[in-house]
């Protein structure tokens, strides 16, 4: 039994008759692993993380990118490990969780921030269907979709033993409508979305309800991969970068760290009856109408 008080402390009744003081936001100690962690977002997340004491394990392809994440995290007196990786490579991951447990001895929140697009996915404005190159097309569901499926499966085995964890999937906004242009990340995204449902009942029926798989889905974020889509080489915005601040009521591109609060929420105590929900985090993208 547990006595909420304020600000996200609580009582919690022990089983001795004894009542202990808790933070239901406290992630300190937690094993977060974050694949994709090398990119804009995954570098904000991390350090924000670790900075709340959690133990960052930084999963990604580029190793000198890594490793000078984890550098900084150290400085500031943070825990954080650099693992390569292949979310496509079912061994390599298999690893990646040996060297992890090896490490730290648990896997407490798994992020899957894994993903990306392909110019021949797309449809530009001069372009039409038939322009698609569906080996593009397979490469861009491959990496988004089975990219999150495949470390689920893998690292879902080590919560499953613990009999508690969190998952938190990436989605998108090209998940809740058809943006223009990303034919097949979008509809990758939306398998995100479907695939984070059916795998927060898969695990509260078969494995423990102390297993929570959710999504976040971010608005608009300057990153490497969408830099010169958004942005000209002046640094004015592009038509499609006006557009898109002109659909957000809050009339500007989120900030990276802006995603962190959301996480944080998602892989704490503090959500531990919320499953297989999608949270968006878009200064009102989603929502506005015109």
């Given at each position: 039994?547990?006595?909420?008080?304020?600000?996200?402390?609580?009582?919690?009744?022990?089983?001795?008759?004894?009542?202990?003081?808790?933070?239901?936001?406290?992630?300190?100690?937690?094993?977060?692993?974050?694949?994709?962690?090398?990119?804009?977002?995954?570098?904000?997340?991390?350090?924000?993380?670790?900075?709340?004491?959690?133990?960052?394990?930084?999963?990604?392809?580029?190793?000198?990118?890594?490793?000078?994440?984890?550098?900084?995290?150290?400085?500031?007196?943070?825990?954080?490990?650099?693992?390569?990786?292949?979310?496509?490579?079912?061994?390599?991951?298999?690893?990646?969780?040996?060297?992890?447990?090896?490490?730290?001895?648990?896997?407490?929140?798994?992020?899957?921030?894994?993903?990306?697009?392909?110019?021949?996915?797309?449809?530009?404005?001069?372009?039409?269907?038939?322009?698609?190159?569906?080996?593009?097309?397979?490469?861009?569901?491959?990496?988004?979709?089975?990219?999150?499926?495949?470390?689920?499966?893998?690292?879902?085995?080590?919560?499953?033993?613990?009999?508690?964890?969190?998952?938190?999937?990436?989605?998108?906004?090209?998940?809740?409508?058809?943006?223009?242009?990303?034919?097949?990340?979008?509809?990758?995204?939306?398998?995100?979305?479907?695939?984070?449902?059916?795998?927060?009942?898969?695990?509260?029926?078969?494995?423990?309800?102390?297993?929570?798989?959710?999504?976040?889905?971010?608005?608009?974020?300057?990153?490497?991969?969408?830099?010169?889509?958004?942005?000209?080489?002046?640094?004015?915005?592009?038509?499609?970068?006006?557009?898109?601040?002109?659909?957000?009521?809050?009339?500007?591109?989120?900030?990276?760290?802006?995603?962190?609060g959301t996480i944080h929420y998602l892989i704490s105590d503090a959500?531990?009856?919320?499953?297989?929900?999608?949270?968006?985090?878009?200064?009102?993208?989603?929502?506005?109408?015109?």
């Amino acid at each position: 039994m547990a006595m909420i008080l304020q600000r996200g402390t609580y009582f919690d009744l022990m089983e001795n008759g004894e009542w202990r003081m808790g933070n239901l936001f406290d992630i300190k100690g937690k094993v977060v692993v974050i694949t994709g962690g090398t990119g804009v977002l995954g570098r904000a997340i991390s350090s924000y993380l670790a900075e709340q004491g959690a133990k960052v394990v930084i999963m990604g392809r580029k190793a000198e990118v890594g490793n000078a994440i984890v550098s900084d995290i150290k400085a500031k007196g943070g825990e954080a490990l650099f693992l390569v990786t292949d979310v496509m490579k079912r061994e390599v991951l298999e690893q990646n969780l040996a060297d992890i447990l090896q490490a730290y001895g648990s896997v407490d929140a798994l992020l899957n921030a894994a993903g990306g697009n392909m110019p021949g996915a797309t449809i530009g404005p001069d372009a039409t269907f038939f322009d698609l190159k569906v080996e593009d097309f397979q490469k861009v569901l491959d990496l988004n979709l089975t990219g999150t499926v495949l470390p689920t499966q893998v690292f879902l085995q080590q919560m499953a033993k613990q009999g508690k964890g969190a998952i938190v999937n990436f989605s998108s906004m090209s998940a809740f409508r058809p943006l223009t242009r990303v034919a097949g990340y979008g509809v990758a995204k939306a398998g995100v979305s479907n695939f984070t449902a059916y795998m927060a009942t898969e695990v509260a029926k078969k494995f423990s309800t102390g297993i929570r798989v959710n999504a976040i889905a971010p608005g608009f974020f300057l990153t490497e991969q969408n830099r010169s889509l958004l942005t000209n080489p002046d640094g004015s915005w592009t038509q499609r970068g006006q557009d898109i601040i002109h659909q957000t009521p809050m009339g500007r591109m989120g900030k990276p760290e802006e995603l962190c609060g959301t996480i944080h929420y998602l892989i704490s105590d503090a959500s531990q009856f919320v499953t297989g929900t999608v949270a968006i985090v878009d200064g009102g993208f989603n929502v506005f109408t015109i």
